[in-house]
């Protein structure tokens, strides 16, 4: 499986674009968004790939981002959403603006993607509204992140977690933070990562 291609950019198209990794060329399938920031032809490009193999044929589906793939791969688990309206999803929104919207189960946001319909837009915020947090804690980078609260005390273990989590999805540490603290406040003592992660999307998303 490929994970990763680093190369030249032969040619760009509507969406797609066709990297040079030592003079063999590979099409790879992209975002508006990816498209968008991928350099002109004959610069240097990386780009972390997605592999799908079937009976007839082999497509790679580039992503400028880790979060942008994993963004991909997971709204692919919603009932009727394939390669194509994900693309059309993650073109429009940025992963945090979609964890926004899946938070906030703000369909109207989602249904600006082309060709997403109301009940697509409506699975979508729905299904992923319990997975969001796990999706996030899965790219914990393993560093342990410090938060300081009232009087210099140590965050609980579970607002580290879910500053961290924020953090993997694409949101400043400072902004994590500030939310994870603020959603904590609303929360409680002995709140769970998950909760606080979910909380401190609505903070952001305001």
């Not at 073109?91 to 082309?114: F, H």
């Not at 509204?129 to 804690?137: E, G, H, Q, T, Y």
């Not at 899965?138 to 580290?160: F, K, R, T, Y």
Request: glycine fraction near 10%; hydrophobic fraction near 45%; proline fraction near 3%.
């Amino acid at each position: 499986m490929i994970g990763k291609l680093k190369g030249i950019i032969d040619a760009l198209g509507d969406d797609w674009a066709l990297i040079d990794v030592g003079g063999v060329c590979y099409e790879v399938h992209c975002s508006a968004r990816t498209l968008g920031q991928l350099p002109q032809a004959g610069e240097a490009a990386t780009l972390s790939i997605e592999t799908y193999v079937r009976e007839d044929q082999i497509r790679l589906f580039g992503f400028a981002t880790d979060a942008e793939r994993a963004w991909f791969r997971l709204l692919q688990s919603v009932q009727g959403v394939g390669a194509k309206v994900a693309l059309a999803v993650l073109g429009t929104l940025s992963p945090q603006d979609l964890a926004n919207a899946i938070a906030l189960q703000d369909k109207a946001q989602v249904s600006r993607s082309p060709g997403v319909g109301p009940k697509v837009a409506q699975r979508i915020v729905s299904e992923l509204k319990d997975k969001i947090p796990n999706m996030a804690l899965s790219g914990q980078p393993g560093a342990v992140i410090s938060l300081a609260g009232e009087g210099g005390e140590q965050a609980a273990p579970a607002a580290a977690d879910a500053v961290s989590a924020l953090t993997n999805l694409g949101y400043a540490q400072a902004q994590a933070s500030a939310a994870v603290a603020a959603a904590s406040r609303k929360a409680g003592e002995g709140s769970e990562t998950a909760e606080l992660i979910r909380l401190g999307l609505k903070e952001l998303a305001q």
